[in-house]
């Protein structure tokens, strides 16, 4: 039992990062109402860029590992918000009035870009950040063997504060409800003077700083953040928000935490090996489930 509860525990700060990736992708999709892939890049090359940063913080500016820190952190906070803006007004904006498709090949090509540009900069090497807030912190009581590390705690913490924060400004804001109505009739708010190409960059800064965070937060856990981890957390967001809907950034916040959890208990019983396989095959057979439902409910 104590073996499942600690699986438990530790699912909770998976969910935790995924969570904030749903959460972001459904601030972008809701307005632009296109598929982007470059979410997960996002993710990766926040968590990349801060890793190097702090590494060339501390082995050539000879800065002390709080100082490093803070020095990859504030690079990391620029490249991400001049990227960002960048995105919305190269990428975004010219192809508005295109097809779907052209901004799902755009964004594919940006995330290669980006995972080649991490690769490029960090010469092909992995660099790792030390362990950092690793002493555990017991959940039950000190006589049950069953704890997160304090990074994992401050982690979670984090992602339900920002959450929160977000549905807070959702519901009870002027910011949401004109995101709710550029998201439902973009023409008929703009017919009321409200510019939705600026509601569109205003949410597409606030997503990538959403997943920029849950790199940021998964590079100081882990200590690396890989090249390709982008590319397969960007997927399993984009699965896991078209099963679970684009129009509610909560309810994607919640099924992402569910697969969160789903991986963490496979890793416990099963082989990592085929991890990322069961969760691709369940996120596809709820996704063909949730599209039979709906033409079933339109017939």
Known sequence: M??????????????????????????????THRTDLSLGAIFAFSGQTFILATAFGWSVLWMTLPAAL?????????????????????????????????????????????????????????????????????????????????????????????????????????????????????????????????????????????CALAGFLAALYYGNVSFNTGMIFGLKILFITAAGGFSRPLHAAFGAAIVGMVESLWGGYFSVLWRDAAVFSLLVFVLATRINQQATERV
């Not at 924060?165 to 703009?190: F, K």
């Open 2 to 31: 104590s073996y499942f509860l600690q699986l438990v525990f530790n699912g909770i700060h998976n969910a935790a990062l995924y969570a904030l990736l749903a959460y972001g992708y459904v601030l972008i999709h809701g307005v």
């Open 70 to 210: 803070s020095f990859g952190a504030l690079i990391a906070i620029v490249y991400v918000s001049i990227g960002g803006y960048a995105i919305a007004k190269l990428i975004y904006a010219p192809l508005d009035t295109g097809t779907r498709n052209t901004v799902l090949v755009a964004t594919l090509g940006l995330s290669i870009f980006l995972m080649e540009l991490s690769r490029i900069a960090a010469n092909t090497r992995d660099y790792w950040l030390p362990p950092m807030l690793a002493s555990p912190v017991p959940l039950l009581g000190p006589d049950i063997d069953i704890s997160l590390t304090q990074m994992q705690v401050v982690n979670i913490v984090v992602a339900l504060a920002v959450i929160a924060s977000g549905e807070m400004i959702m519901l009870q804001t002027s910011a949401g409800r004109i995101w709710r109505a550029v998201s439902d009739e973009p023409v008929a708010t703009a017919m009321c003077g409200i510019d939705p190409g600026k509601v569109r960059t205003q949410a597409i800064l606030a997503a990538y700083g959403v």
